[in-house]
Nanobody
Framework: QVQLVESGGGLVQNGGSLRLSCAAS????????MAWFRQAPGSEREFVAT????????YYADFVKGRFTISRDNAKNTVYLQMNSLNPEDTAVYSC?????????????????WGQGIRVAVSS
């Protein structure tokens, strides 16, 4: 049974930082590309960042470039999202996802497995 479990969310002030973690189990973590998505209230789920199997390649949505960093530790079966310079527009439920297809995938439908999501709220 595959499980992706996010942690590290919460409430932070404008300009603050948070580090999200996503611990995976029940799958061979090192062969999956991992990604973070987010969904704000009343909005569709949107792509945030993705990372290759080895961690050597990353890709970000334009709205997070320079502020967020995705990384992974295959020994710990965990992917991270370091979020700096947060602003109220970053308020959303953040979810990690896993897929085995080749190449960068920014569409939610491409992902096989999902975490339950964790809330991030940024106060103004």
């Amino acid at each position: 049974q595959v499980q992706l479990v996010e942690s590290g969310g919460g409430l932070v002030q404008n300009g603050g930082s948070l580090r999200l973690s996503c611990a995976a189990s029940g799958l061979t973590f090192s062969i999956y590309r991992m990604a973070w998505f987010r969904q704000a209230p009343g909005s569709e789920r949107e792509f945030v960042a993705t990372i290759s199997r080895t961690g050597g390649t990353t890709y970000y949505a334009d709205f997070v470039k320079g502020r967020f960093t995705i990384s992974r530790d295959n020994a710990k079966n965990t992917v991270y999202l370091q979020m700096n310079s947060l602003n109220p527009e970053d308020t959303a439920v953040y979810s990690c996802a896993a897929q085995k297809t080749l190449g960068i995938q920014r569409t939610p439908a491409a992902y096989e497995y999902w975490g339950q999501g964790i809330r991030v709220a940024v106060s103004s």
